[in-house]
């Protein structure tokens, strides 16, 4: 462990902006990266599945 | 004009490579003869945009000294760039095009000649202004030879590379933006090079180096680019 | 068939097919979120926890977990999508090219993140925001090329052309890369002789390369996590007017 205390490790020596700035672009891309495809699988399924229940009917 | 591009060709008269280069290049450079402004449109490009760094920045002699390498350059790079766009252009439209592709003509060669025939007409008269704007913008007199030079090295590169996204986008009603976007990184190392040679002939260091470096460049252009045109534009012509 | 000589393994062939691709990446899917869980976790705890601090650069130097492996998955995620562009030039794979077409978004995203704290790292160590280090000098140019592709892709609107179009194009980049690279290392040293560079250190002791190597293999299988899922909907939205895809739905 390189924090005696929590303040310490959240003011990292004065580059607490820089690091955590860097952490929280990290977090926010990598979850960018997921999300966006399951949203767009959702969309997707919830076309096909309104396509074929149109067909359904139109038979 | 076009059946130049398009006939069969006529192996047992001795018609070879070579002379299919040669027929594809003087007829490149009729047509090219033939509209004029295209020829002249790129070297006032290149005065325009060279002009605007002194008005843009200073026009302090010592400064332009400094940046007179990088602006000629970027200048020479940039009208190159312009003039790229319509290397296709015309024979797509017009369907010739699309018989070179058809006919058994190696579309390596026919893609060189057209890259030569280009640089023929505005790198190589790029390279002949580009002392007077040298001479505007206060590059030292040490310097001058070095321009020359890494242009005549270095305008060939950037023709051939500019031609494998002019292939790419020549199908595309709005290609001009697009090519800029493609070509642009790809330049970079020809700009490197370039520039800090006749910076570097500026400082009395050899040059001979760069010049490698740049003629190292040019040969893997001319070996790689027309494989890539090629496939380009059958790409292009066939969607 | 049978008596045709084969040119590749079966498993080559079978990638071809999209069905056989859906349904293997939905099994290899569920591995490879766990060992990307576990490994950003404890790669993230390690770097900001117990990793100890630079001698000069003090806890700034907690950047590199994140920026070496976004420098590094941009890179190889460049040579990926130029991979499968030309496996789907050369065998008209149509997986291939959704492949490729997957890429380009992820190693966006990616050299973007290495760029961002590339430039965050600089601000402590250099003293500004942006320095043309030969580093991030050559990941803005690789951002550069990426967003050509991307925009010639969607400049096309056949999808097939596209795809073929940007793999042309990618595959310049490819041979381009190493030149771009040296180029600019090479400029680099001539106009910026002695910097001090963020990530080259004579030695760098285990307890600081140890959790960066547990990082890098993170952020792999974070990059196949999306990727997969990219390519799951790439066949999806194809194949949509295939029967085993609309058998799938509708069963659901």
Same mark, same amino acid.
């Given at each position: 462990?390189?924090f005696?205390?929590?303040?310490?490790?959240l003011?990292?020596?004065?580059?607490?902006?820089?690091?955590?700035?860097?952490?929280?672009?990290?977090?926010t891309?990598v979850?960018i990266n997921?999300v966006?495809?399951?949203?767009?699988k959702?969309?997707?399924k919830?076309e096909?599945?309104?396509?074929?229940?149109?067909?359904?009917?139109?038979? | 004009?076009?059946?130049?591009?398009?006939?069969?060709?006529?192996?047992?008269?001795?018609?070879?490579?070579?002379?299919?280069?040669?027929?594809?290049?003087?007829?490149?450079?009729?047509l090219?003869?033939?509209?004029r402004?295209?020829?002249?449109?790129?070297l006032?490009?290149?005065?325009l945009?060279a002009?605007?760094?002194?008005?843009?920045?200073?026009?302090?002699?010592?400064? *332009?000294?400094?940046v007179? &390498?990088?602006?000629v350059?970027?200048a +020479?790079?940039? @009208?190159?760039?312009?003039? #790229?766009? /319509? !290397?296709?252009?015309s024979?797509?439209?017009?369907?010739?095009?699309?018989q070179? *592709?058809l006919s058994?003509q &190696?579309?390596?060669?026919v893609?060189? +000649?057209?890259? @030569?025939?280009?640089?023929? #007409?505005? /790198? !190589?008269p790029?390279?002949?202004?580009?002392?007077?704007?040298?001479?505007?913008l206060?590059?030292?007199?040490?310097?001058?030879?070095g321009?020359?030079?890494?242009?005549?090295l270095?305008t060939?590169?950037?023709s051939?590379?500019?031609?494998i996204?002019?292939?790419?986008?020549?199908?595309?009603?709005?290609?001009?933006?697009?090519?800029?976007l493609l070509?642009?990184?790809?330049?970079?190392?020809?700009?490197?090079?370039?520039?800090?040679?006749v910076?570097?002939a500026?400082n009395?260091?050899p040059?001979?180096?760069?010049l490698?470096?740049?003629?190292?460049?040019?040969?893997l252009?001319?070996v790689?680019?027309?494989?890539?045109?090629?496939a380009?534009?059958?790409i292009?012509v066939?969607? | 068939m049978?008596?045709q000589?084969k040119?590749?393994?079966?498993?080559?062939?079978?990638?071809?097919?999209?069905?056989?691709?859906?349904?293997i990446?939905?099994?290899?899917?569920p591995?490879f979120?766990?060992?990307?869980?576990?490994?950003?976790?404890?790669g993230?705890?390690w770097?900001?926890?117990?990793a100890?601090a630079?001698?000069?650069?003090?806890?700034?130097?907690?950047?590199?977990?994140?920026?070496?492996?976004?420098?590094?998955?941009?890179?190889?995620?460049?040579?990926?999508?130029a991979?499968a562009?030309a496996?789907?030039l050369?065998?008209?794979?149509k997986?291939?090219?959704m492949?490729?077409k997957?890429?380009?978004?992820?190693?966006v995203?990616?050299?973007?993140?290495?760029?961002?704290?590339?430039?965050?790292?600089?601000?402590?160590?250099?003293g500004s925001?942006?320095v043309?280090?030969?580093?991030?000098?050559?990941?803005?140019?690789?951002?550069f090329?990426?967003?050509g592709?991307i925009?010639?892709?969607?400049a096309i609107e056949?999808?097939?052309?596209?795809?073929?179009?940007?793999?042309?194009?990618?595959l310049?980049?490819?041979v381009?890369?190493?030149?771009?690279?040296?180029?600019?290392?090479?400029w680099n040293?001539?106009?910026?002789?002695?910097?001090?560079?963020?990530?080259?250190?004579?030695a760098?002791?285990?307890?600081?390369?140890?959790?960066l190597?547990v990082?890098?293999?993170?952020?792999?299988?974070f990059?196949a996590?999306?990727?997969?899922?990219r390519?799951r909907?790439?066949?999806?939205?194809?194949?949509?007017?295939?029967?085993?895809?609309?058998?799938?739905?509708?069963?659901e």
């Amino acid at each position: 462990m390189s924090f005696n205390s929590f303040s310490e490790f959240l003011a990292m020596d004065g580059h607490g902006l820089y690091v955590w700035l860097s952490y929280a672009i990290a977090a926010t891309i990598v979850t960018i990266n997921l999300v966006s495809p399951l949203l767009r699988k959702k969309q997707l399924k919830a076309e096909l599945l309104r396509r074929l229940r149109r067909e359904k009917k139109a038979v | 004009m076009a059946d130049t591009l398009t006939k069969e060709p006529d192996y047992s008269a001795g018609r070879s490579v070579g002379s299919l280069y040669w027929a594809v290049l003087r007829r490149e450079l009729l047509l090219f003869f033939r509209r004029r402004s295209d020829l002249l449109n790129p070297l006032v490009f290149f005065l325009l945009v060279a002009s605007l760094f002194p008005l843009g920045v200073s026009p302090d002699p010592t400064f *332009l000294a400094q940046v007179a &390498p990088g602006v000629v350059w970027v200048a +020479a790079l940039l @009208s190159t760039l312009l003039s #790229m766009d /319509g !290397l296709f252009r015309s024979d797509f439209d017009d369907g010739t095009l699309e018989q070179t *592709l058809l006919s058994p003509q &190696p579309m390596f060669v026919v893609g060189l +000649a057209k890259v @030569s025939a280009h640089w023929i #007409m505005t /790198g !190589l008269p790029l390279t002949l202004l580009a002392p007077l704007i040298a001479v505007m913008l206060f590059l030292p007199a040490d310097g001058m030879a070095g321009l020359v030079l890494t242009l005549l090295l270095g305008t060939p590169t950037l023709s051939l590379i500019g031609a494998i996204g002019a292939a790419l986008t020549v199908g595309l009603r709005k290609g001009g933006v697009l090519l800029s976007l493609l070509v642009l990184p790809l330049y970079v190392p020809v700009l490197i090079f370039g520039s800090s040679a006749v910076q570097a002939a500026i400082n009395g260091l050899p040059v001979s180096g760069h010049l490698a470096l740049l003629g190292a460049m040019l040969a893997l252009g001319v070996v790689m680019a027309p494989l890539a045109i090629g496939a380009a534009l059958r790409i292009s012509v066939s969607g | 068939m049978s008596g045709q000589k084969k040119w590749m393994p079966r498993w080559f062939y079978q990638l071809a097919s999209p069905r056989w691709c859906y349904d293997i990446t939905g099994k290899l899917l569920p591995g490879f979120v766990i060992a990307a869980l576990l490994l950003l976790g404890v790669g993230t705890v390690w770097a900001l926890l117990f990793a100890p601090a630079d001698y000069q650069q003090g806890n700034s130097f907690r950047i590199i977990y994140i920026h070496v492996p976004a420098a590094i998955l941009a890179q190889s995620c460049y040579m990926m999508m130029a991979v499968a562009g030309a496996i789907g030039l050369i065998w008209k794979m149509k997986v291939a090219d959704m492949v490729a077409k997957s890429c380009a978004p992820i190693g966006v995203s990616v050299a973007l993140l290495a760029l961002a704290t590339g430039a965050i790292w600089g601000k402590p160590t250099w003293g500004s925001w942006w320095v043309w280090d030969a580093r991030l000098t050559s990941m803005l140019i690789l951002l550069f090329l990426y967003l050509g592709v991307i925009a010639l892709h969607s400049a096309i609107e056949n999808e097939v052309t596209a795809a073929q179009s940007a793999a042309v194009l990618s595959l310049v980049g490819l041979v381009n890369i190493p030149i771009i690279k040296y180029s600019v290392e090479w400029w680099n040293t001539l106009h910026q002789p002695a910097t001090f560079t963020l990530t080259e250190r004579p030695a760098m002791p285990a307890e600081m390369w140890v959790p960066l190597l547990v990082m890098v293999i993170g952020f792999y299988c974070f990059f196949a996590v999306s990727l997969m899922l990219r390519i799951r909907n790439e066949i999806l939205h194809r194949e949509r007017r295939a029967g085993w895809v609309r058998q799938m739905i509708g069963g659901e």
